[in-house]
């Protein structure tokens, strides 16, 4: 499995002109390493170093908005490869995009994310539209 902690440059370039008045939910999938991977060493667990960067990062989420609107953990893949296991996954809700923009470009936030790249083995993180509510799968 390939790994991806932080958006790429095309990817965020494409994300960037999305509309950000509207609200989006952001899909995330999140594979810890075994020992967390920080500059000076420090021996902790990815899923100790993940609960440092919710602490320090919640406070920020919650002022420009977001909220969870689900978590939960994964228990087996059916559809997709099998070597895409993750610990957590969860979907983040901000009331628009630039909710979003304003979280990640706050100074405490880009402090509290060293937490996060010290953590995360690979990641998935989706970008969702929200449609009309439907019973049906195909809307």
Known sequence: MADFIDPQREQFEFFTPLPRDTPINMLNLVRFRAKANYDDGRDITGKEAYRRYGQESSPIFARVGGTIIWRGKPEA?????SDE???TGFIARYPHAGAFFEMITDPAYKLAVKHRQAAVQTSRLIRFAELEQSNSFAG
């Open 77 to 81: 893949v059916l559809t997709g490869p």
């Open 85 to 87: 296991q993750w610990d």
